[in-house]
């Protein structure tokens, strides 16, 4: 297997560029959309659920399906583009939901279509890419999802700054679609799977073992793998405490509204203007968290390669932490964005590191279901994060006598995801090295 060059992994990581539109677009802008159909804090986490619901069953079978799928496309191919064209429906149909119904469905699609291009697309750094560069193939992948973060996140607030011009959520969502289904795509004619007779392939997924079989051997690899599977599980409840609740965060706490719902109209009428800036803001914020992961994505890679993923690793988690415990405090708009972009250094790690690290023990063949079955421990935790951290926040409210309403203390989020990322930390300082890293 011949070793890629810079510009083979800049287009490798092209799909995962065009994924984070529509990702971007979920996380961003799901909060206010469904909170104007009348989502309370603990229902908006229930409609979150789909992210680890889909993420827990999806990509395991996923995963073993595109290990042994025989398709004139390929192994990976087929999901990469079913994926990207569902979700690209599903996104133009969520922001002109009639009903919090239909929204919830929609979600539920996007995040199933979603992990159904993502498990396979990162099934194919162990499938083309030599074993001595996975650690700079996921590092650059970290790079696609910290540009494309930034350019989906910063649009709108780019055209308002600019021209004057407020992008609508729906153009938003529509956006996203368009540069999901392009992206991969794009990916698809251009990455050539290792070829491999159509005979060979069928008698591969005869022998392909059941689920509760790849469970037992996926833990049998390695006994760091249940470390690094428990690390994730730490590591991604601190994670979507910030992404799940961030744009709810920066409307309600930096820039105070209050919660709306069963406020007179006269309420919402002062505070409309107050929403469209606190989105615009929220979208910044992601914009800056995800440019620094761009900025620092390759650097890590290296710096892993070099240092070994762990210690890197451990220095990334703790600078997270030092991001979450300042925006539990913090209510100063520039002092938020400066915070948001400390946590990026911790994401651009968490986005490639973990997946080198599982990378080393996979055996050839097997791609599939193994990073379908590691995304249990990045969406397992999620359901703790939409249930009782949601449910948490729900009881955390200020009675604001002046307008008769109340406000959830939504920055409680930050403080239960440091915790959390301080427990990942402290795991991963009792990962051994593999040996090829040292």
């Known amino acids: 297997m011949k070793k890629f060059t810079t510009v083979q992994f800049l287009n490798f990581a092209l799909g995962f560029f065009g994924l984070q539109f529509a990702w971007q677009m979920r996380i961003i802008l799901s909060g206010p959309v469904t909170e104007n159909l009348g989502a309370s804090p603990f229902i908006y986490g229930l409609i979150w659920l789909a992210g680890p619901f889909t993420g827990m069953v999806v990509q395991p079978i996923i995963g073993v399906l595109s290990d042994k799928t025989v398709s004139p496309l390929g192994r990976r191919r087929p999901y990469l583009l079913g994926g990207a064209i569902i979700a690209s429906i599903a996104l133009w149909i969520f922001p002109n939901s009639a009903n919090l119904w239909i929204a919830a469905l929609m979600i539920w699609i996007i995040d199933a279509c979603i992990n159904i291009a993502q498990g396979p697309y990162r099934a194919l750094i162990p499938d083309v890419v030599p074993k001595q560069q996975h650690s700079i193939a996921n590092s650059y992948i970290s790079l696609a999802i910290g540009l494309g973060s930034v350019v989906a996140a910063g649009m709108a607030p780019f055209l308002k700054w600019a021209f004057g011009f407020q ?27 290792s070829k491999q ?27 760091e793998v249940g470390k690094i599977c428990v690390m994730q599980f730490f590591t991604w409840i601190g994670v979507m405490c910030m992404m799940i609740f961030f744009t709810q965060y920066a409307i309600h706490t930096v820039f105070g509204v209050p919660d709306l719902l069963n406020v007179v109209q006269q309420v919402k009428d002062r505070y409309e203007m107050a929403i469209v800036e606190a989105t615009n803001f929220s979208s910044v914020c992601f914009a800056v968290f995800n440019l620094v992961c761009f900025l620092v994505a390759i650097p890590i890679g290296f710096l892993s390669t070099k240092f070994g993923n762990k210690k890197i690793h451990i220095i990334c988690i703790l600078t997270m932490i030092a991001a979450f ?114």
């Open 167 to 193: 992008m609508s959520i729906p153009a938003q969502f529509i956006m996203g679609a368009v540069a999901f289904t392009l992206a991969m795509v794009w990916t698809c004619i251009t990455i050539k799977e």
């Open 197 to 223: 007779r159509k005979v060979e392939q069928a008698n591969e997924a005869l022998k392909q073992p059941s689920f509760l079989e790849s469970l037992k051997g996926f833990f049998a690899m390695s006994p």
């Open 325 to 438: 415990l300042g925006m539990a405090t913090a209510k100063n708009p520039g002092t938020v964005i400066a915070l948001m972009g400390l946590s990026g250094i911790g994401w651009a790690s968490i986005c490639a590191l973990p997946f080198a690290m599982l990378s080393q023990y996979i055996e050839k063949g097997k791609e599939g279901s193994v990073m379908g079955i590691f995304n249990i421990f990045i969406a397992g935790p999620q359901v703790f994060v939409c249930t009782l951290v949601a449910w948490y926040i729900g009881t955390q409210c200020t009675f604001i006598e002046n307008i008769a309403a109340i406000n959830y203390h939504w920055e409680y989020a930050f403080l239960i995801g440091a915790n959390c990322l301080a427990l990942a930390a402290a795991v991963a300082m009792r990962l051994q090295e593999h040996k090829q890293l040292k």
